[in-house]
Nanobody, 125 residues
Framework: QVQLVESGGGLVQTGSSLRLSCAAS????????MAWFRQAPGREREFVAA????????NYADSVKGRFTISKDNAKVAVHLQMNSLNAEETAIYYC??????????????????WGQGTQVTVSA
């Protein structure tokens, strides 16, 4: 199974930006739908953003629309999540997820069967 490795997390202040990246070990992600989810302590994992296999369709949680952008890079070996105007309530572990071949930009965890280990994002008030 392809290993997904997230990077880019860290500690930032409210209003700051971060760019998360998810690399698939030795394999292109161009044929897969990809997504980002997050999980805060004591809370369920929640959908953040997704991109279809061909990159033509994106999907965002209402809470991040207009602030977050998901993208695949030109070489299609990584997926990125640009996060702007972060707030303290968005402190969580952010997970990258891989969906099926030719998949759509789904917000459901059940449509993703390969997950990374997560990267911590901490936003101080």
């Amino acid at each position: 199974q392809v290993q997904l490795v997230e990077s880019g997390g860290g500690l930032v202040q409210t209003g700051s930006s971060l760019r998360l990246s998810c690399a698939a070990s030795g394999r292109t992600v161009s044929i897969f739908a990809m997504a980002w989810f997050r999980q805060a302590p004591g809370r369920e994992r929640e959908f953040v953003a997704a991109i279809s296999w061909n990159g033509r369709t994106t999907n965002y949680a209402d809470s991040v629309k207009g602030r977050f952008t998901i993208s695949k890079d030109n070489a299609k070996v990584a997926v990125h999540l640009q996060m702007n105007s972060l707030n303290a309530e968005e402190t969580a572990i952010y997970y990258c997820a891989q969906g099926g071949v030719g998949g759509r930009a789904s917000s459901s965890t059940s449509d993703y069967d390969n997950w990374g280990q997560g990267t911590q994002v901490t936003v101080s008030a």
